[in-house]
């Protein structure tokens, strides 16, 4: 299952508050189509019917299905600047 470092769940929880997102919202990661596995991010009120929900500190995480199958042994990682401006990558989970 995806994992989140310390920085990236202080990352979505600034994203979240600045958004106004409510408390049951949170980051969205998707797929872009069936035959497109490139992965797009976006903020969401609440996760998806068929989303699996990835929480950790109070942040959520929304993963489409064929997300969650790509990810699932990922960790989601964040770099942010001075300016406050959010970079996320995905990295393989240690062993």
Do not use: Y
């Amino acid at each position: 299952m995806l994992t989140l470092t310390e920085n990236a769940v202080k990352a979505i929880k600034s994203m979240t508050a600045d958004a106004r997102t409510p408390d049951e919202g949170g980051l969205r990661i998707a797929t872009r189509s069936l035959m497109d596995t490139s992965l797009e991010m976006e903020l969401a009120d609440s996760p998806g019917r068929k989303d699996q929900v990835v929480e950790a500190e109070g942040t959520r995480v929304f993963l489409e299905p064929m997300a969650a199958r790509i990810l699932e042994d990922r960790t989601l990682d964040a770099d942010v600047t001075q300016a406050g401006d959010v970079s996320f990558r995905i990295i393989r989970q240690r062993a």
